[in-house]
């Protein structure tokens, strides 16, 4: 946990618990000082929100991990998991970059500590450089995608029916449903939307041989 310097006031040093002083005779006097520096640990929380999921990860620095997984068991606080890297050095760069996952969004990266630490949700990822002795924590916030479910149901007949969204984000500009003997009148259609926020709007074109009674 800690590394070994050693200087003394005759030029000698050493990065180890041992130092050769060469050849001292009577009279001489060496001082030397050992110092000792307390490794800093980097810690990576993953919190989930809307669901549960395993999220893969790849690091790099002394003492991370080249790839690790963190899993969550629950949405929120209570199902967080974590990983802490006691890291092997007091100076240089250590990242570690979350992977992609399907229908996750990453919502933010937030760190106990803003000196010498870079963070990029676009990126995914953190990066910490010369870190000292200080012990770091970053949250990786996943939120689960919203998803629009659109289902359409026929009375007397079967047809095809157009829909009109608006607001981009994965709701589709025009989509088709059709109700047939196969499906028994019903047809349905889910969009994974890739943000959280905005507004979307979804119109039923008009149909000549049918007319909404219920929505």
Do not use: M
Request: hydrophobic share 30%; proline share 1%.
């Amino acid at each position: 946990d800690y590394t070994t310097g050693i200087s003394c006031d005759d030029g000698s040093s050493s990065q180890t618990t041992t130092l050769d002083l060469g050849v001292l005779t009577w009279g001489d006097r060496v001082d030397c000082t050992i110092t000792n520096t307390r490794l800093p640990n980097l810690t990576i929380r993953k919190l989930s929100l809307g669901g549960a999921a395993a999220f893969s990860y790849t690091g790099s620095g002394s003492g991370v991990d080249a790839s690790f997984l963190l899993t969550t068991t629950t949405s929120g606080d209570a199902g967080i998991d974590s990983r802490t890297f006691h890291l092997g050095r007091t100076d240089g760069t250590f990242s570690v970059t979350e992977g992609a996952l399907a229908g996750w969004i990453v919502g933010s990266i937030s760190c106990d500590s803003a000196t010498g630490v870079s963070t990029s949700t676009g990126d995914r990822s953190v990066t910490v450089r010369d870190p000292g002795s200080r012990d770091i924590t970053c949250t990786f916030t996943n939120i689960k995608e919203p998803t629009i479910t659109v289902a359409k149901r026929t009375r007397g007949g079967y047809g095809t029916f157009t829909l009109n969204g608006s607001g981009g984000h994965g709701l589709g500009a025009t989509t088709t449903l059709t109700t047939n003997a196969g499906n028994s009148g019903y047809a349905s259609t889910t969009y994974v939307l890739d943000q959280t926020g905005g507004s979307y709007s979804l119109t039923e074109g008009t149909s000549a041989d049918f007319f909404l009674d219920d929505l």
